[in-house]
Nanobody, 120 residues
């Protein structure tokens, strides 16, 4: 079993910055891709950014140039540095991980979410 625990959410002003972190704990073989998704009120959950174990990244167009995803494989932790925040970035941000439990078993795991609120 594995748990993803997010931290770093909160309130920021437009133009400000926040840094999210998500740490994986439990018993597993390794973690492949990790990522951040978000869900704003009344909207569907959407991809924000993903990162492979090797460090290749992918971003939603809406956050390119403002957000940076990174990870520490030794600590099974993924980060999201959010700069130049906009009110439309307000959402619950969810961490996601592709976890390998054995050579035959892998599962997508989600964190509980952390709220980011950006005021105008």
């Amino acid at each position: 079993q594995v748990q993803l625990v997010e931290s770093g959410g909160g309130l920021a002003q437009a133009g400000g910055s926040l840094r999210l972190a998500c740490a994986a704990s439990g018993t597993f073989l390794s973690i492949n891709g990790m990522g951040w998704y978000r869900q704003a009120p009344g909207k569907q959950r959407e991809l924000v950014a993903t990162i492979t174990k090797g460090g290749s990244t992918n971003y939603a167009d809406s956050v390119k140039g403002r957000f940076t995803i990174s990870r520490d494989n030794a600590k099974n932790t993924v980060f999201l540095q959010m700069n130049s925040l906009k009110p439309e970035d307000t959402a619950v941000y969810y961490c996601n991980a592709d976890v390998l439990f054995s050579m035959l078993t892998r599962k997508e795991v989600w964190g509980q979410g952390t709220l980011v609120t950006v005021s105008a």
